[in-house]
């Protein structure tokens, strides 16, 4: 591959960054903005996504459904209060044509749940198709899960 333009590479970590302080802050609102109009998430595990079965645990193919699922959150869903803390590795690009970028992130997730408790909830990587321009977006982003054992509700996007 050729070399990657760094203010690219800026641009990609720059979107992750971004993406991972809001769901750390619980700004969830904030969540279907990092997608483009006809952006999609999905969260699988790696053995799934290894053996192209399309089995989600979470999918949204629309920022629409992701505003539905943030209402959701917070005025039907019943959940122990929780927050999250991400770790991102260095990103790598692993394609880049034109507008479109594809990246791949590793990701260490600690849940904090509301007596205090920290305890590592998720492992694995992020596989982003991101749309650059003046506000980078994420076009597909799919969240492999390292493990498919998931301790409880899965509530909070990752």
């Given at each position: 591959m050729a070399t990657i333009?760094?203010?690219v590479q800026w641009?990609?970590?720059?979107?992750?960054?971004r993406y991972v302080h809001a769901l750390d802050d619980d700004r969830l609102e904030d969540w279907p903005g990092?997608?483009?109009s006809t952006g999609r998430y999905r969260i699988t595990t790696?053995?799934?996504h290894a053996a192209g079965l399309p089995l989600c645990i979470v999918q949204a193919d629309s920022p629409a459904m992701m505003r539905d699922r943030v209402a959701a959150l917070r005025h039907a869903n019943i959940y122990e209060a929780q927050?999250?803390?991400h770790v991102v590795s260095s990103t790598l690009i692993t394609r880049?044509?034109?507008a479109i970028v594809d990246a791949v992130s590793n990701f260490h997730v600690a849940?904090?749940?509301?007596d205090g408790a920290t305890l590592l909830f998720a492992t694995g990587r992020y596989i982003d198709r991101i749309l650059l321009g003046d506000a980078p977006l994420f076009e597909d982003k799919r969240v492999l899960l390292d493990s498919?054992?998931?301790?409880?509700?899965?509530?909070i996007p990752l």
């Open positions: 333009d760094p203010r641009q990609v970590e720059n979107l992750l960054a990092f997608f483009s790696a053995e799934n927050g999250y803390r880049a044509e034109g849940r904090v749940m509301h498919r054992r998931i301790d409880t509700l899965m509530a």
